[in-house]
């Protein structure tokens, strides 16, 4: 699977969005690096097809399919857009989303799942005050359990303080088990993994060629492969600026399209 963005923008001006070009395939880590507040999620929103750019368009496998790009790729931790609550607990936030990939979401099977994803210890702790790593491999985790889900689009990890070689090596890890992958960081967090960036500039990982999708399993969170990631720059596919003024149609959580 690939998702291809070309030229695309949001907001007057360009204001909520300046223009773009980036791709994201299976079995590869990609970075894409977005400052401001909003931007990240803007360009979650439009990655994932949960928003339509004011120009340009995105593609899944060459073709416009709003509807399949939904489906098939997982929004993460989008910030005011699907990120949980920080007062939920991690119990309850494993719950919901136990729900709504279809799975069995009563206390039992919640407290199996915990286990499963080597997360019991955290149970009761509030999703806000858990270390930034183990928050995004659960996220991630909970997001793969839905059947159609081959991509991630995580956003602004880097929101959570912690290391960027942790979230970077993580979304090196689910790239290895198959999936396609784009997270979106601003600059400070690029130069920390040694990248040297500007807002718009896209970063590609090494791609593997091991594409068989490997599900969650109990190992995923405790024994995930985070720290230390070799990391192999690429080609620079669009550097954009714009002001930082309001964007027109700001994203909410209250979009029904924007739950991952």
Do not use: C
């Amino acid at each position: 699977m690939i998702i291809t963005l070309t030229e695309v923008s949001k907001g007057r001006h360009e204001s909520a969005l300046p223009r773009i070009s980036a791709e994201y395939l299976s079995g590869r880590a990609s970075l894409a690096v977005a400052e401001t507040e909003q931007r990240p999620s803007v360009l979650g929103l439009i990655a994932s097809g949960r928003m339509r750019p004011d120009s340009g368009e995105v593609r899944i496998d060459d073709t416009v399919n709003l509807g399949l790009l939904r489906a098939r790729v997982a929004l993460v931790d989008a910030p005011e857009v699907n990120d949980p609550s920080g007062e939920v607990t991690v119990f309850a936030v494993v719950a919901e989303e136990l729900m709504f990939a279809g799975h069995p979401s009563g206390p039992l099977a919640t407290k199996n799942a915990l286990v499963d994803l080597g997360v019991k210890e955290w149970r009761n702790w509030t999703i806000g005050t858990v270390p930034a790593i183990v928050r995004i491999r659960l996220l991630t985790e909970l997001a793969i359990m839905r059947d159609d889900v081959e991509g991630l689009v995580i956003t602004a990890p880097d929101r959570h303080g912690g290391d960027p070689a942790d979230w970077w090596g993580r979304a090196n890890e689910l790239a290895r088990r198959g999936y396609a992958v784009l997270v979106i960081a601003g600059v400070a967090s690029a130069a920390a993994l040694g990248i040297t960036a500007e807002a718009g500039t896209i970063f590609h990982g090494e791609r593997t060629e091991r594409l068989e999708l490997e599900r969650s399993g109990p190992e995923a969170i405790a024994a995930g492969e985070t720290a230390g990631e070799a990391i192999t720059v690429g080609e620079t596919s669009a550097e954009t600026s714009a002001a930082d003024s309001p964007a027109d149609d700001e994203p909410t959580a209250d979009d029904p399209e924007a739950r991952s």
